[in-house]
Each structure stands twice: as C-alpha cells, then as structure tokens.
C-alpha cells in the first residue's frame, strides 16, 4: 500500500513538474485583445508562428492550446503585447471608488461591472428621467441620491470615467450627463463655460482607446436655449459657409481669453482650444449646436436634435462609449475612429540624445501621401497636371471601384419567374465595415511598375483588361459599379483582379501602381464598429442566438423611434470610409489647386476603393454562388441591397438551404453580424417588372421610398 502510494505521489509531482514548466497563457478573451489592440491579424501571427490561422482562431477562443515549442513562442509574443497594450481604463472597468458625501459627490460613481473589453462592453441603458422628477425607492432601505452642486443626481449604472465625455445643457445652467447626472455649470460666457469644462467641477473624460492616443476632449452639446443662453443666434446668417462672422461679440470674448478656433471656423461643430504647452498641456472642447444642424437627421434620424437633454445625453454617451466622443459629422468621427485606434506616432526614447521624440506606429497612416494618378479624382493637382480641365478621363485612365447601381434587362426574366407573385430585398448588414475586416491596405505612397505579376496579396490599382471574360447576364458583371462588361483595359483595385483570377480569368496587368508597405490597418475599426452594431442590436431585442425566423420576426419589430444610435452607427461606417477621398468644398475653391482634406494622413481614395471593391466582389460571389446552387438570379442591385423574385413575400421563400436545413455556404444568410442580411423590403411582381421597363432601380425603392433618403 505504502508503494502504491509513492507512486501515486512521484506521478502527481511529475504533472505539477511539467505544469510549472508550461509556460503561461493569458485568458483566450486576452489573447484576442492583445492581437486587436496591436493591429494583427490571425494570419500575421499564423505566419510567424508556422501555424495555420485556424490554430490561432481555436487558441483564442480556448477550444485548443498550443503545445512546445510553440507554446512559448505565443507566450513571448502575448508577454510582448502586454507590455505594449496594458490592461487599462479603456479595456477595463475602474475599480469601485471610496464612499463619498454629498460635498464631493461631482466625482462620485457607483461600483461597475466586472472587467470587459469595451470594444465589446454594451453600456447598460439607463432612465432618461432627471433623478429631481424620478420616482422614489422602495421603501426598504432607502439610499439617498447624491447631489451634484445642489441638483439630485441619479447614480449611474453605466461604466463611465468620471461624469462621462460630453454633456447637454439646456438653458438654465445645467448640464444633462448620461444615467440622470445633472451638473451646475456658468452661464454667462462661451469663455467661462469652456473653463468649467475643463476643470474638476465637469469631470468629463473621454479616455484614449489606444496607448499611443490621445485623451478624447470634452463635448458639450448645445441645445436651442443653451444656444440663446450664451449670446449665440439660432440660425447662421452665412448659409454657404456655417459659420459665425470673425467680428461676433462671442469669438471677440474667446479671442480674448486667448482661446483659439481651427480652421473651419465657429460653425455647427466648433473645436476651442489653447496651444498645449509643457505646464497646461492640452486644453480643448468641442461643441455641438443643435440648432445649426450638428446632428445631421440623415444620420441620426428625425427629431432626435429635440429630445429632451437628459434623452439626449443618453443616446449621446450610448455612441460616444461605443464607437466615440461625436467629433463633427457622423463621417468626420468614422475617421477620426481610424486614428484614435490607430495613432500616426509614439513617444520613443533617442538613445543617442536620452530625449524622448516622435516615432511612427507601425501599421499607421504616418503622414500624407498623393495618390497614384488613376486613383486621384479629377480635381487633384496630379491629375490636373496630365489632362486639361475639360478633359474625360476614361477607364484606361482612371480607377472607378464604385458600389453596384444594376438592373437586369427585362427581356431575361425567365417564363417561371414571371409567374412569381413578390419581389423580396435582402440587404447586407454593414457591407462596407464587413468589406473592411481583414482587408490589406496600402500604408505608404504608391509605386509605379510596367508589365508587373499580378499578386493579390499586394494592395494597389492595375491595369488590365478583363473585357474577354463571358459572364452570365442575369448577373451584374463584378469589375464594374454598372454592372455592364468591361469594354477593354481599365483599371482595377486589387480584391477586383483577384476575384477575377478566382473565376479562371488570365490576368495580366499592362502596369499598376502598387503599395509595398501596407498591412490591415481598418481592423481594429472594424471590430470596434461591429461590436457597436451588434450590442446596439441586442438593446433592440435582436441578437445573433436568434433563428432565421425569430431574427425575421424581431426586425419586423424593431421600435421605429428607438433607432438613433443603429442609425448613427451605420452613418458612421459610411461616412468614413467615403471621408477617405473626401472632395474639395467651398465657392473658393479652383480646379487643380490643392484642399485642406489632402493634409491628412487618412486622405487615401486607394483605401477606399479597396474598400469598395471588396464589398462589391462580396455580393457578386455570394450571388453566383445562389445562382450556381438553386439557379436564383437578382433582378436589380444597388450598393448592399438585392432584389429577387419570389413565390412569397419573405427572403425564406427564395433563399436556399442545405437538405438539412441550413443556409447554403457562401451564400446570403440571414442574421445581424455584419456580412449576413435582413430583409429590405417587400413589392410586388408587376410593381418590380414596371420599375424594370421605365429603367428605374427596384433596389432603391423597394422599401416603398427613396433608399438614398435614408442616408443608404
């Protein structure tokens, strides 16, 4: 027996022996943050380790773990990263602060949550009510409400640094935060409020979402009252420009505070700043005024600028803790996204000088660079310099990666489906954001190549002919926005030429403008937006645990006016990704001089027209693949929305499913991630053939409006 036992013990001490010579792995959930924090994909680190990207997939999500001599490759490598992406306020909540009295309950909080990444944290939503009108606590053990300068304030559930990143105000000298919290702030000048703002009485932090970053600054929205309140008119008399005058008594008043303006000036979204210096360091607010436009409805639905300031500043924290602090347009923020999750530069130690300096990030867009001519639109300075004004460039000359607007012609609708009784829309779920996950992008200028190999692993523009390639013509052509067959040599992104190649097309390139240094820099903007989509959803009583039929059925009752944030988050996308070649703006400007847009590092047309074509190669492969399979063809196709003819009026009644049920692979599926659809709109079979014969677009109207009213 006593043998036995020793045995039993020399087998235990030899586990715990080979256990502490393991080395040691972070939680799955950490691994995948440390590689989104740092911009990897699962194939960068697939490729380093000599792993598939399955092995990595299935180490982060727990299912499998590595094993020597990987396994202490991968540990360095998460040991590395967590140097560099500690676990810090924006992945994790605060610890729960002290108790606090009534005197200094400004900075009070109630304990959070457990620690979540807040790309994926959902803010729990909070009453919109003033904790002044709010009903009163059982009567159990009653907790009185902490008071903020002498207003009640209703203790917030949502995770927030302290009183959040922005306020509403509303007239008579408070200002509205998310979860109820209500704050005293001056009322006389622009000058004084922007003080209080910035100092400990406001409390307002926005906290940087990556390490290189910056600290968002405070917003402060200003409703119609507010607006009066601070000597400001309701409408700008300068409706070209949307801007206050240089000589208003409100920017003499900043002017003399030494308080700065940029260049666009006090309009809608003004940003009031001082020059940070080593002592103050950075000194700046945003404001938004309600009644100049800031909130575009397009963006973020009707009447959403009237609701009451405490409903405001909910929706307003919802966004801002989700994706960001608005910084102007839904557009001028998806871009601004980019940045704060993929800062330019880093502080870095000279160990030459001993002095810390300015280092690019790798993986960042660093600083400007001009496109390769076919990738300029027609106002650039490269292309004046080639064509005369006047002149129309051809495919030959210019890159046109585009969004499908398609119709097919009337005359190949098939006897069967004519006797269809629907047309049924199905639209992808943010297409272009989906479009951006993995995709690799140029980082730096672009180089020019005659007669190169065509590799689609490298990001650029090529030019190639791709007229030869017989396609069916019940479905839209994939290398062009009309659908048509290319006529002869265009130009082509590279996911284009590689969806080419994936049909069995020779392709070979005549020259391109390629980018050597590139990398997945829209990642992390993906994942952050997609996870704000999708916990936006599940707020709306949609998840994706849900059914085919169960998702049909909570979309069919998604509340029409509790849409604000999902709205904006799609405007976001968008908005974006179209900023990448933003156009000039301004009666001033004259054709071939430069604008302000091309001195950002994020003015890159070439990364939008990845972009773009990835999305539009996305619908085509999924379409081919229901036509190959089930013999559905679309009768029209606008951007991320297909219309087919149906026997019913629901997508389950054309799209296929396996014998066992399931959706077909590689083809449409229903759901709410990003990439799947939803159900777009439902006409009938002669409203959609009279819409085909007059050359209208089913796609756009099959909603029973205009799409493009919507933003969409």
Known sequence: MENEQQSLFAAVDALLEEAAAQDPLPHPDERKRLREAAGLSQDQIAKALSVRRETVTSWETGRTAPRPPKRAAYARLLEGLTTLHPVNAVNTPQPPPPTVNAVNAVNAQEPLAPPVNAVNATPTPAPTVNAVNAPEAPATTPTPAPTVNGVNAKRRPTPLEGNGPLVVLDGTGHAHAAGGLVLDHPTTTLPALIAWALGPDADLRSPRLHRNGKDGDPLLVLTAAATEALGLPLVLEDRRALRLPDNHPTLKQLAKGKWQLTRRGFGPWPRVYRPATPTTGRQCVQLAVLPWGALDPRAWGEDTAELPAPELAELLTTYAARVLTPRGSTAVTGLELMTALRPP?????????????????????????????????????????????????????????????????????????????????????????????????????????????????????????LSALDLDPRLPSPFTPHGRRPAGPAWYATPTLAYALELGHPVEPAEAWLRPDNGPYLDAWYTRLRDAYVATMADLGVTPALSEPEFLTAMAALPSGNKQVLSAIKSTV?????????????????????????????????????????????????????????????????????????????????????????????????GVSPGMVKHEGTQSLLWAVQMLDEGLNPARHIKGHDAAADGE
Not at 377 to 389: I, K
Not at 616 to 637: C, D, F, Q, W
């Open 345 to 465: 530069t880093r502080a870095a130690r000279n160990p030459q000088t001993n002095t810390w300096e300015s280092a690019p990030v790798a993986g960042s867009l660093v600083r400007p660079v001009d496109p390769a001519p076919p990738e300029a639109p027609d106002e650039h300075p490269v292309v004046a310099a080639l064509y005369p004004r006047a002149h129309q460039r051809t495919p030959d000359q210019v890159l046109d990666e585009e969004a499908y607007d398609w119709i097919r012609d009337p005359e190949l609708l098939s006897d069967a489906e004519c006797t269809r009784t629907h047309a049924v829309g199905i639209d992808v779920n943010m297409a272009f954001a989906a479009a951006a996950n993995r995709l690799v992008v140029g980082l730096g200028p672009a180089v020019h190549a005659s007669r190169p190999r065509f590799d689609p692993k490298t990001p650029g523009c090529w030019l190639a002919d």
């Open 574 to 670: 968008k908005g974006g990704i179209g900023k990448l070649r933003e156009r000039p703006q301004g009666a001033g400007y004259r054709h071939g001089e430069p604008w302000p847009a091309l001195e950002r590092p994020t003015w890159r047309p070439d990364i939008r027209a990845a972009v773009i074509s990835t999305a539009r190669v996305n619908m085509h492969r999924k379409m081919l693949k229901i036509a190959t399979a089930a013999g559905e063809y679309p009768i029209a196709v606008l951007s991320d929305c297909a219309v087919y003819l149906s026997d019913g009026p629901s997508p389950l009644d054309f799209l296929p499913h396996t014998p066992e049920g399931k959706p077909l692979p590689g083809g449409f599926r229903l």
